[in-house]
């Protein structure tokens, strides 16, 4: 038995003690240190008062584009429009081609054959929600198989959700598993595990769901949906980028953080690269390990790094609505 | 995917601009609601610690000042402030609650110039919490007959009040507030590294028409001080400094009828449970040793943490110190500022010299320390013994001492085994342990799962040879009144 205090957790403890997926028990044997809610808050608002000026601020403007998932997930989008981001994302600036290009696309499964098509031979990726997206409540074979769909529609990036249902309700195990066998679905395909944190109620639950996330296997794990009122904030960023830390100190291996949900300013986006940065390291700071999943971000990330060159704010007319 | 290395990070300097702050090469005294000159005319220099630069020179207080300020205390006492409703005297503190905030950023750069702190940390939690204790005891002021049930609250006449040089214009308005609120009148010394926000209040004390006499500044070194607690003309004094100083005060108005509260060191026991919430402990052992660069008395400078969870801690707290931003404390993204003068530094130096000696392993981030000006490193020593110096003396400065524990027992012996009893912190996730551990803390504060956190209702103030009396709260305002029937 583990000398540690009874209510202490590691992975393991979560799990039925025949896993049918098998994990190594180094892996599962990480530890699931508590959260302290209010220091949580102040260390996080402590972060956001970091003040980034001049040529902090390009390097922070320009690695908010290079890490950012341009994104659109709307019933109402078209071939034309995945197309148009697909330009944007290439070439985010039409009249400054020093901008670098985005990491990645980020679509419906449905329109992944016309992002990887719009994005052939480019440096940026194809990334598709997948696996009952956004609130993972279809039948659980139906959900493998869009996920298994949209990588062989050419998704080099798989974002599902977590079985809030099942892991709210205290059934890790099937949590756990679906991960697991949506990692096996992916094959090559890099998988983000959205966490939804708008829904697990505490930090504890978030800092909990991360370590579960990570042991069954994902190569990313990310906040939100964009589907529900509450998404990135700045404390829950912290939380799961000491998750990431934690499992990356205990384990060796490094997992990636995605930011997704309510990140509009270019202020917000730098806010999150320092509390990365200073959590993480700097080793995290790359389109590998880090992203930022956006839509509306692009424009004033854009608008504010022209600023900083001439001094002036343009229009928002001088930036595609797209 | 590209493959791109890691990026870092750097932050550009982010200096704070000084134009709010308009300094006069010399300034006098305030006394009777004037500045007026010393009488010897022996003027002092205040250096910038992150410099080492002048700043502005400052009167020495002779005893013939001290005198004159007690008597325009007095004078200003029986002429009225001891008589005026309670209601008047809120209207007085609360104008001086908002001046300080209309003048909060020039406070705040101020306060950096002249003490070396963070602007980061002047500016959201010095200048903050002066304008929040004027507040709230301009709140007490007109309900002074309902706040000791039965008995009422008599001033005590002209109070003399010494303040240290780590939190200048907080430790002024933890003195000031509940002093004027209960109707006393006040000498005020600034210690003599940190004289002008004491200076600038005095501007504002003119601008809320406080009546002159009620309040009067004298700045000056340790004679000022000792001349102005053996007055005879002092009903009341109120100390915030050294042990050693301290006792000799308390023995200089042993007999003579003076009331007197030390607010004085401690070496503050900040205690981790195996069950803790990790990350967030990490932060808070940080707030609490390197805050305002060690330099507070209430400063958890003994790290207890258990054995089972030691090394993590310790690790997480190295890599954690690695980031600290240590040099120009005017820079917004400054963490440790700079020691505030040169004495201090050079006893820092001391005991840290002192802990390598005896054994004991020292761990510093590799940092650069600007070349100008007394700035030391976060330290911290592992291997430490309850009997080395770094353990038991007040080191008031960036050196954690970490210690472990098995037990809870083990834990309170440890936390207790020292001649000071200020604070303390209690890590752990179940309520009941904190509870439990909250009562054998012989501390006046004890801080569960949070450390060095400050607030005016709440009462501040040590055992042994932390001192006596309160500040802060309704206990706060007993060291200024005479309960009557």
Known sequence: MSLLSPILYRVSDLLAAESPTGVADAV??????????????????????????????????????????????????????????????????AADWSVPPVAAVCVYPELVPVAAEALAESPVAVASVAGGFPAGLAPWEVRLAEIAWAVAAGADEVDIVLNRSAFLSGRYQKAYDEIAAAKQACGSAHLKVILETGELGAYDQIRRASMLAMVAGADFIKTSTGKIGTSATPPIALCMAEAIRDMAEQTGRAVGLKLAGGIRTAKQAWHYLVIVGETLGPEWLTPERFRLGASSLLNDVLMQRSKLGDGCYQRREDFSVD | MESAGGFSLEYAPAPESVAPVRLASQYGLFIGGEMVEPGAGRLAATVNPATGEALAEVGVAEAVDVDRAVVAARAAWEGGWRNLPGAERAKYLYRVARLLQERAREFAVLETMDGGKPIRESRDLDIPLAAAHFFHYAGWADKLDYAFSGRRAAPLGVAAQIIPWNFPLLMAAWKLAPALACGNTVVLKPAPTTPLTALLLAEVLRDAEIPPGVVNIVTGDDATGAALVAHPGVDKVAFTGSTEVGRAIGAEVAGTGKRLTLELGGKAANIVFDDAALDQVTEGIVNGIYFNGGQVCCAGSRLLVQETVADTVVGKLQQRMNTLRVGDPLDKNTDIGAINSQAQLNRIGELVASGVAEGAELYTPPCELPERGFFHPPALFTNVSTAHRIAREEIFGPVLSVLTFRTAEEAVAKANNTPYGLSAGIWTEKGSRILWMADQMQAGVVWANTFNRFDPASPFGGYRESGYGREGGRAGLLPYVELVA
């Open chain 1, 28 to 93: 599962a044997g990480v530890r699931i240190t508590p959260v302290d809610a209010v220091g949580l808050e102040q260390r996080a608002a402590g972060l956001c008062t970091r003040s980034l000026k001049t040529s902090s601020k390009a390097a922070a403007l320009e690695l908010a584009i290079r890490v950012m998932d341009l994104t659109t997930l709307e019933g109402a989008d078209t071939p034309e429009r995945v197309q148009a981001l697909c330009a944007r994302a290439r070439r985010p600036d």
